[in-house]
DNA sequence: GCCGTTTTCGGCCCGACTGTTTTCAGTCG
């Protein structure tokens, strides 16, 4: 199995990151800035407190689906509030639009505040235990009478080591050991989000999927949840198969060799823990009704949910079986690719496609599926025609081995390895943009002769290796300094076609000074990409805000293009700004930013990050022919 | 609470699992 070697990207962290949390211009505020994060805890919180004062059950809903909205939006609610649009989020409506600006205003609401008053404090601390919701932690808390907010977790795991719990009415040995058990996962960190990029998950999942495979039962193997739909990071892995034999191919599964233990087994599937310390959740199914399960399972959450309610206005119930006949008239419905159970009134789907299309609906891919308008598209066949691996023609960011003394790492390939990858993958051209020679080792002069020499050693490398037949662009990825400034002398750009140019330093000069050193930098000519443009790793650092606005209007006016960047702990631009671009017409390209050969083959991350953000073809420059992409590319 | 090619009022997704039950409530995905 190949993983992605991870690189030393220990310069970024060292000059960038130092938390986050605090707005620009902090200490002018009288009001703490508050996160999304933030605001979806309070929202589960008033969530949890109806449903211990037995509120209205669409009401408590609501309060959750405004949870989960807010937490999942890339713009800050204090963004959205600021330009009065806080009602464009799915789930808020002009209710809460107006508690939360009264939040956001004056650091609380009136009306959350009389709610929370009735609710005994130490509930709010326990709703962070896994298997706990409101009535439990709201039951123990009356029992064992906790009146310490700050206690409540210390005086909860106590009761429950003393044996206190077991004698609750409705609670029993088990669940007082179940609870000890949750407590320590909860002290261990192991709840908090634990997820991994995608391109891990990948490769992770990829070697399963294969092992499975070759098992003489297995029929069809396909990723599922938020896996398949390539979502940036990914928790648990989950995988189905397709089998007139569940039994065999579960035992299969529990033979992997990089299995650690067996969590569950059962006659749907079975999970197992790595050694890795990655679980993977196996479902079977048989082969007449894997299409449903392949779309319940895939999700998100969010998707089904509305597209149940789609199917229940056919008076048809959809579940990860099939679809429910609810009426006379349903039952007689003729669905193309579908087959009808009468015992059970229930129709079933092989495949995806066919379900999607009992529903009067164009196909969905998986990486559309987050209820962000593709129902509604799909419905009307109006869902665009997003782009795939082998729309991409050729790439513009490899770091070659070419030893320029640079302030960033070198790459581990020569530039004919990387054209014979190239010509594999049956690429036209290829962009080989190495960082800049470091501008504290040398003089001007020095880095001008440097490049010079580089530029000469290309063409000759060139020359002697015509019958590779793949263009090269002679490019160059430059830092973005501190004032805006390329780190790189202007008689150096002589000597290269075009440059991507990035931030690699200085991350926490705020939202204002960040969007004009970017657009600094992007006036230059020959400054034609902005490279991996949030600077986000994931799982490590968030990554610095621009005025995106600003960005790409400048970006749509001047033919610059914005990269989506393959890089495992990148994939940015993130997907849901790659919508955004689009929606402004920007032009983007898909890079892998390789350091080594091998890391080319990343590049379908890179197409999946475009795909979710509904990138169609024509919105990627790289899926340009060799002569385009070059008139582009050149002109001043 | 939200939301609208059946609606500005009257709807609002589906099923599995678990522990404690003796028919179900709570939690989860």
């Known amino acids: 199995m190949y993983y992605p070697k991870i690189l030393d990207y220990q310069d970024d962290i060292r000059s960038g990151y130092e938390g986050q949390g605090m707005g620009d211009g902090c200490f002018l505020c009288y009001t703490r800035f508050m996160n999304n994060r933030e605001i979806a805890k309070l929202l589960r919180e008033i969530a949890a407190s109806y449903v211990i004062l037995s509120e209205d059950r669409f009401r408590i809903i609501a309060y959750g689906r405004a949870a989960d909205s807010i937490e999942k939006s890339t713009v800050e609610a204090e963004q959205l509030w600021k330009e ?35 609710i005994p404090e130490a509930v709010f601390p326990l709703l962070d235990i896994p298997g706990f919701g409101a009535k439990k932690a709201y039951r123990l808390v009356s029992e064992l009478k906790l009146d310490n907010a700050k206690n409540a977790i ?34 261990e960190g192991q709840v908090k989000e634990n997820r991994m990029p995608l391109p891990y998950a990948g490769a992770i999942a990829d070697d399963i999927l294969s092992y499975l495979s070759k098992c003489e039962y297995t029929l069809q193997a396909e990723f599922l949840g938020s896996l398949r739909r390539r979502v940036a990071t990914i928790g648990d892995i989950d995988i189905a198969v397709s089998t007139r034999n569940p039994k065999e191919v579960v035992d299969w599964f529990l ?61 048809l119930s959809l579940s990860e079986y099939g679809m429910k006949a609810l009426s006379k008239e349903a039952e007689m419905y003729k669905l193309t690719g579908a087959s009808y159970s009468k015992k059970e009134k229930m129709f079933e789907f092989p495949d995806e496609k066919s379900l999607y299309r009992a529903l009067d609906m164009q196909y969905i891919p998986p990486e559309m599926r987050e209820d962000t308008g593709e129902i509604e598209a799909a419905g009307t066949n109006k869902l665009p025609d997003i782009i795939g691996l082998s729309d991409i023609k050729g790439e513009l960011h490899i770091h070659s081995n070419y030893d320029l003394e640079p302030s960033h790492d070198l790459g581990i390939s020569s530039l004919k390895e990387i054209l014979t990858t190239a010509k594999s993958m049956n690429y036209e051209y290829v962009g080989i943009s190495d960082h800049n ?9 020095d880095v001008v002769h440097i490049m010079e020499r580089r530029k000469h050693e290309f063409e000759h490398i060139m020359l002697s290796n015509k019958s590779i037949r793949v263009n090269l662009f002679i490019m160059m990825e430059i830092d973005i300094l501190p004032d805006g400034k390329l780190a790189l002398p202007e008689e150096a750009f002589n000597y290269i076609d075009a440059a ?71 994939l940015d631009l993130p997907d849901s700004l790659v919508r955004e671009a689009i929606k402004n017409r920007v032009k983007l390209v898909i890079d892998t930013d390789s350091h080594d050969k091998e890391h080319m083959s990343l590049m379908k991350y890179g197409v999946s990050v475009a795909r979710r953000g509904w990138a169609k073809k024509d919105d990627i420059l790289n899926t340009l022919p060799y002569n385009k992409v070059k008139d582009w590319l050149l002109k001043p």
């Open 500 to 570: 991507v140019v990035s931030i690699h330093s200085g991350f926490t000069i705020g939202t204002g000074m960040m969007t004009k050193r970017v657009l600094s930098a992007l006036s230059h000519p020959k400054a034609k990409i902005l490279g991996h443009p949030t600077g986000r790793l994931l799982g490590k650092r968030p990554g610095y805000d621009l005025d995106w606005q600003q960005i790409f209007k400048f970006c749509f006016e001047n033919n610059k293009a914005i990269e989506i960047n393959s890089y495992p702990d990148r």
């Open 154 to 187: 210390k005086d909860l795991s106590a009761a429950a080591k003393s044996g206190k719990i077991a004698s609750i009415e409705g609670f029993g040995n088990k669940s007082q050991q179940d609870i000890l058990d949750a407590l320590k996962r909860l002290k």
């Open 437 to 445: 020679p470091s501008v504290s080792k040398h003089t001007k002069e």
């Open 84 to 118: 009065g649009k806080l009602t464009s989020v799915p789930g808020i409506g002009g209710s809460l639009a107006a508690h939360l600006g009264e939040l956001l205003k004056t650091g609380k609401v009136k009306h959350f505040e009389d709610i929370k008053s009735k």
């Open 255 to 315: 033979a992997y060799p990089q299995k650690e233990k067996q969590v569950e087994k059962g006659t749907a599937g079975a999970t197992i823990l790595l050694k890795s310390g990655r679980q993977v959740d196996l479902r079977v199914q048989y082969p007449g009704r894997f299409g449903a399960m392949l779309q319940y399972f895939t999700g998100s959450k969010n998707h089904n949910i509305h597209l149940r309610e789609v199917a229940l206005k056919k008076r």
